[in-house]
C-alpha cells in the first residue's frame, strides 16, 4: 500500500542556520511530490513542489531534492528566520486501480530558536 | 478571490452523535477534498467530491460520507460519533483534482468528541 514517512517529527534549530526534512514513499510509481507548511490555526498551504523527472528545485532559501532510485526527498530551508517556525508536511502522489490520492507525512514540527 | 471557506470553526458533541461539516471552495475550483488531522497521525485523505461525484475515497469506515452540491460546495458528515473521531477536519480545493495539483486548504473545522 502506498505509505510516506517523514523525519523527524520535531525539529529545533538556530535561527540562522540550515533545517533539513526527510522522506520516504513507497510506490515507485508517485511522480509528484509538493511540501506543505501549516501555521498555527491555519490550513496546510503548498510552499514548493518537485516532479519526477527533476531532481533538485529552489525558491529563494527553500529547495527541494528527489532521489528516485532511493524513492526518498528532501526539504532544505536555509538561513531560516522565526516565521519559519510551522508545521512541515511531506506528501505524495499514489495511484491504484483509478483511485488516486496524495498520501501526505506525520508532519514535522520545526521550531526556529531565536 | 476568496479563499476555501470551512464551517464551523469548532464544534463540541457527544458519542452516539452525527455531525456535518460545511466547505466553500474557492470560486471556480470543482475539486473538493476531505483529509482528517490528528496528532501523530498526520493528514488522512476521507474522499474527493468532483462536479458532484465521490472520484476517490481513503481508509476510513462508512460513517464517514459526504457530498457535493452543483455550486462545488461540500459537505462531510460523520454518523455515530466515536470519542477517536475527535481531530482536525479540513477540506481542500483545487480546480481539477488531478494529485499533480496545487491544494487550497481550508482553516478547517475543529471536531471534539465526548
Known amino acids: 500500500g502506498e505509505n510516506v514517512e517523514q523525519h523527524p517529527s520535531t525539529l529545533s534549530v538556530q535561527e540562522g542556520d540550515s533545517a533539513v526534512i526527510k522522506c520516504t514513499y513507497s510506490?515507485?510509481?508517485?511522480?509528484?511530490f509538493p511540501w506543505y507548511k501549516q501555521e498555527l490555526g491555519k490550513g496546510p498551504q503548498l510552499i514548493i513542489d518537485?516532479?519526477?523527472?527533476?531532481g533538485e528545485k529552489k525558491d529563494q532559501r527553500i529547495a527541494v531534492t528527489l532521489n528516485k532510485t532511493a524513492k526518498h526527498f528532501s526539504l532544505h530551508i536555509t538561513e531560516t528566520q522565526p516565521e519559519d517556525s510551522a508545521v512541515y508536511f511531506c506528501?505524495?502522489?499514489?495511484?491504484?486501480?483509478?483511485?488516486?490520492?496524495?498520501?501526505f507525512g506525520t508532519g514535522t514540527r520545526l521550531t526556529i530558536i531565536p | 478571490k476568496a479563499g476555501v471557506t470551512q464551517t464551523p470553526r469548532y464544534l463540541i458533541k457527544t458519542r452516539g452523535q452525527q455531525v456535518t461539516l460545511s466547505c466553500s471552495p474557492i470560486?471556480?475550483?470543482?475539486?473538493v477534498s476531505w483529509y482528517q488531522q490528528t496528532p501523530g497521525q498526520g493528514l488522512q485523505f476521507l474522499f474527493e467530491?468532483?462536479?458532484?461525484?465521490?472520484?476517490n475515497k481513503g481508509n476510513f469506515p462508512g460513517r464517514f460520507s459526504g457530498r457535493q452540491f452543483s455550486n462545488s460546495r461540500s459537505e462531510m458528515n460523520v454518523s455515530t460519533l466515536e470519542l477517536g473521531d475527535s481531530a482536525l477536519y479540513l477540506c481542500?480545493?483545487?480546480?481539477?483534482?488531478?494529485?499533480?495539483?496545487?491544494?487550497?486548504f481550508g482553516s478547517g473545522t475543529q471536531l471534539s468528541v465526548l
Open positions: 481542500a480545493s483545487s480546480l481539477m483534482g488531478s494529485t499533480n495539483e496545487k491544494l487550497f
Open positions: 506528501a505524495a502522489s499514489f495511484s491504484n486501480f483509478g483511485n488516486e490520492k496524495l498520501t
Open positions: 518537485i516532479r519526477s523527472n527533476v
Open positions: 510506490d515507485s510509481a508517485s511522480n509528484y
Open positions: 467530491y468532483f462536479s458532484e461525484t465521490q472520484r
Open positions: 470560486s471556480g475550483h470543482r475539486s
